[in-house]
């Protein structure tokens, strides 16, 4: 199953193994599970350290596995077939339970290993979903570091009736004993915070206590990243203050217009700016949200929704946008129940169904294209009288069967029968007569709004709620920078946000600079 230069290269990961890894496999007589044995045995042979054999026990899914050691002290499971997206979880895995440390931080590892509880997590996933393997991965090692902790990652694909028995509808969709948990990118930190009573108040007191910055960046995506590092670079004490490190680009697949970048992805582009970030030493406090700005006399504050505040001489906001939503009757009921937002993780989802996408921009265009290799039909929904997407891809667009295109439609509901969504009801701009569709899922892709609303009635907002800025990237409060998608600066572009960023901290320093020093009191 695998071939032989990956062979190769996982040869000599696997040398750096110190304990017996134990995989058990569970297993029926059918293709799903020869499959996986067949990928069991080929990792098998690559190092004399893992032991494999097979359970007659019908407590679990089939087909599945388990890494562990003899001890039996650690519960990892993969059932389905871990390839795609998923094979570097696996790999990791086999890595950590061999001995290999993760790299974690060591107060998150005393963190993880002194939380007390009984824990099953069950993640379900895609194999195309690039945002599911953060979540997998950050769960297998909090198995590792604490015995309580039983972990399983569920391919939906492969356990396709028991993710419609279970009412999953979006991916990576966690449950914690049982009940619904999260859905969504998380890391270590973010379960952490779910599951630590307590860890929210000791991480608001530690803010409390840092002494002020002379620049605190709010927002930690490309925008963020890049003013971090231009002001770092100044030698002057520099913060970040994010919700979510990486921010949008977190979510976004592929990315072939960053430029000397021919190619790469979101999550990866992510770590690195994250990695760029900490090698200047940046303080960095990640899950941590904005709630709102003061300007003192002397100091500008950014308090938390934790609690904690936080000060500084000078402040680049750069807190980005989020999809924005149609804002009708039966979406926000039906979110996650087949209102989705990410045509790559949900997508593989609603193999064989009826959706639609809502939005005739490239998103949109790009997602309908990318569904119709997956479902049995798409109907393109687009509020203008005609597509606003390039031609090259309203020509791909039109040349597949299973696709459809309606223009001049505004949405009005999305309809179910109180579990999952059956349709959408949109009027025809043109005749005003109100239709409606039979479907099984929804995607949309109308655009961004900026997150701003913290802000509000405190700086100077456009009419969409974009901060307003001068070409110095400076708001209407002295001393406060923006930078990137939560600005009025056209174009949302990773490129663009992140040279937004750079002259947002120069901009900042200089402002520094000419600050009154002030006068020393005679002794």
């Known amino acids: 199953m695998l071939d032989a230069n990956l062979k190769t290269q996982l040869q000599g990961h696997f040398e750096k193994l110190t304990e017996t890894v134990e995989i058990v496999a569970s297993v029926d ?3 799903k599970s020869r499959e996986m044995l067949e990928l069991l045995h080929d990792l098998q042979d690559l190092s004399p350290k893992f032991r494999l054999s097979e359970s007659t026990d019908d407590a679990h899914r089939k087909p599945s596995f388990s890494l562990g050691r003899p001890d039996g002290a650690i519960d990892i499971r993969f059932s389905g077939i871990p390839m795609g997206h998923e094979f570097t979880s696996l790999v990791l895995a086999l890595l950590q339970v061999g001995g290999v440390a993760p790299k974690l931080d060591p107060e998150l590892i005393e963190q993880v290993k002194n939380v007390e509880g009984e824990f099953r997590f069950e993640t379900f996933i895609s ?26 990652m569920i391919d ?14 979006t991916v990576p969709c966690t449950l914690l004993n049982g009940q619904a948990f999260a859905s969504g990118r998380m890391g270590v930190e973010d379960i952490l915070a779910k599951i630590d009573t307590g860890a929210s108040a000791r991480e608001a007191a530690k803010l409390n206590e840092r002494e ?6 709010v927002g930690g995506g490309p925008a963020g990243a890049s003013a971090a590092i231009y002001a770092a670079r100044k030698g002057i004490r520099t913060g970040v203050v994010a919700e979510r490190f990486g921010g949008q680009v977190q979510d976004t697949m592929g990315i072939e217009n960053f430029i000397s970048v021919k190619e790469t992805q979101g999550p990866k582009l992510a770590a690195e700016l994250e990695a760029h970030v900490d090698s200047y030493g940046v303080d960095v406090m990640n899950l941590q949200r904005a709630k709102s700005l003061v300007r003192g006399d002397d100091m500008i504050e950014i308090k ?21 939503e149609m804002n009708v009757p039966g979406e ?16 593989p989802l609603f193999k064989g169904k009826r959706v639609a996408v809502i939005g005739g921009g490239n998103s949109g265009v790009e997602a309908a294209i990318d569904l119709a290799g997956l479902v049995e039909h ?16 309203q020509r791909k667009l039109h040349s597949l069967p299973n696709v459809g295109v309606i223009v001049s439609a505004q949405s009005t509901e999305v309809t179910g029968d109180g579990s999952k969504v059956n349709g959408l009801t949109y009027k025809d701009r043109i005749s005003n007569e109100v239709k409606h569709i039979e479907l099984e899922g929804i995607f949309v892709q109308i655009g961004l709004v900026p997150n701003t609303e913290w802000l509000k009635g405190t700086l100077e907002l456009s009419n969409r709620g974009e901060i307003v800025i001068d ?17 009025t600066v056209p174009y949302k572009q990773i490129v663009i946000a992140m040279g937004e960023g750079s002259k947002a901290a120069l901009s900042a320093f200089d402002y520094l600079i000419r600050l009154p020093v002030p006068v020393a009191k005679a002794a």
């Open 29 to 31: 007589g059918g293709d």
């Open 127 to 152: 194999l195309s979903c690039h945002n599911c393997p953060e979540v997998v991965q950050a769960l297998n090692v909090m198995a590792l570091l604490n015995p309580n902790i039983h972990v399983e």
């Open 156 to 169: 939906g694909g492969v356990f396709q009736e028991e993710v419609e028995k279970r009412g999953i509808m």
């Open 212 to 217: 002020p910055y002379d620049v605190l960046i």
């Open 304 to 324: 938390l929704e934790s609690g904690a505040a936080l000060r500084a001489k000078s402040v680049v906001i750069s807190t980005g946008a989020r999809w924005r």
């Open 332 to 347: 926000k009921e039906y979110r996650n129940k087949g209102v989705a937002y990410c045509p790559h993780c949900d997508g």
């Open 378 to 393: 798409v109907t393109l929904i687009e509020f203008d009288s005609q597509l606003r997407a390039d031609a090259v891809l």
């Open 471 to 487: 070409a110095k990237g400076q708001t209407s409060i002295p001393g406060v920078f923006a930078a990137g998608d939560v600005t």
